[in-house]
């Protein structure tokens, strides 16, 4: 019903900046809540930031002020713009996307496959 697909990790010094994005194939991609996690080896996967589809934000104490998340309905897209990279920010970030509440399913979420963000000297 839906599939996630994230792309721009990539391997930054701190400080340093990168955009992550996620499309998604689906037609539940506009009421969805949008949000991006991340998981390093050994700990629990764990959220970064949420916008709902008229685009109410959400983040995670971690990332206020450097992480800013968005949304492109037109083009079944969320975004995560990450500044002021640290190197406690290494991880696999994932896309997930969440069906509203008052949709009937047996399956409430997706997860995209993961991308790589590493950041070092």
């Known amino acids: 019903q839906a599939r996630l697909v994230e792309f721009g990790g990539g391997s930054v010094q701190p400080g340093g900046s990168l955009r992550l994005s996620c499309t998604v194939s689906?037609?539940?991609?506009?009421?969805?809540?949008m949000g991006w996690y991340r998981q390093t080896p050994g700990k629990q996967r764990e959220l970064v930031a949420d916008?709902?589809?008229?685009?109410?934000?959400k983040y995670a104490e971690f990332v206020k002020g450097r992480f800013t998340i968005s949304r492109d309905n037109s083009k079944n897209s969320v975004y995560l713009e990450m500044d002021n990279l640290k190197p406690e920010d290494t991880a696999v970030y994932y896309c997930?996307?969440?069906?509203?509440?008052?949709?009937?399913?047996?399956?409430?979420?997706?997860w995209g496959q993961g991308t790589q963000v590493t950041v070092s000297a």
């Open positions: 689906g037609s539940l991609f506009k009421i969805a809540i």
């Open positions: 916008i709902t589809g008229d685009g109410a934000t």
């Open positions: 997930h996307l969440e069906k509203p509440p008052y949709i009937q399913a047996t399956i409430r979420d997706y």
